[in-house]
């Protein structure tokens, strides 16, 4: 049962365009929302996170977007630069609980 | 801020041989540390929950005898694979969180290679 879905295994935007990468979920019961990027062999960076009760933070390049109905995320990256070219990851924490639930990850790639 | 570290970053050990893997919060308190397991091109499989003094708990279908995990500090989690086979070589991933943040703070990864 996957609980947080990132549909696009891939994307490629042109440097200095916006990225736009998703995010659906499933579980009523999470309340906080968190990307992270990841670059090959190494450990997840956090990059900027959301709580259920918001439906906009911004940092940045890096803006999250929540849309509770749709069960649905995103994230913006504008502008895109070629440093941005890793895997990003959203997850989401069921309200109470310490763990996090991964997507399956989107595997950014920005063209010079 | 927020710095976890791992050690060793790759290792490579025998078949039916155990080996640890360190994961500490260089700057920080950790309350929980959680370790993950990657497979190539995959998500992030979570194995186990830690909190300081406390035993861990495991994720359905890992095995807590096979994968030792202690917390015995605010600043380090130790991971054993004992007897390692081919088919726990891995990337391995732990990260940390104190009590005031939601956010997960991830250390480097460990490639474990089980020849």
């Known amino acids: 049962d996957q609980q947080v879905k990132q549909n696009s295994p891939s994307l490629s935007v042109q440097e200095g365009r916006i990225s736009i990468l998703n995010c659906d979920y499933t579980n009523s019961m999470f309340d906080y929302f968190l990307w992270y990027k990841k670059y090959p062999a190494e450990g997840p960076t956090f990059l900027i996170s959301i709580s259920s009760i918001k439906d906009k933070n911004e940092d940045g390049r890096f803006t999250v977007f929540l849309n509770k109905s749709a069960k649905h995320l995103s994230l913006h990256i504008v502008p895109s630069q070629p440093g941005d070219s890793a895997v990003y990851f959203c997850a989401a924490r069921v309200q109470g609980a310490q763990k996090l639930v991964f997507g399956q990850g989107t595997r950014l790639t920005i063209n010079p | 801020g927020a710095v976890v570290s791992q050690h060793p970053s790759w290792v490579i050990c025998k078949s039916g041989t155990s080996v640890k893997i360190e994961c500490r919060s260089l700057?920080?308190?950790?309350?929980?540390m959680f370790w993950y397991r990657q497979f190539p091109k995959q998500s992030l499989m979570l194995m186990a929950t830690s909190n300081e003094g406390s035993k861990a708990t495991y994720e359905q279908g890992v095995e807590k005898d096979k994968f030792l995990i202690n917390h015995a500090s605010l600043t380090l989690s130790t991971l054993t694979v004992t007897s390692a086979h081919p088919e726990d070589s891995s990337f391995y991933i732990c990260?940390?969180?104190?009590?005031?943040?939601?956010?997960?703070?991830f250390g480097p990864g460990t490639r474990l290679t089980v020849t």
């Open positions: 700057d920080f308190q950790a309350t929980t």
């Open positions: 990260s940390a969180r104190t009590g005031y943040t939601h956010e997960q703070y």
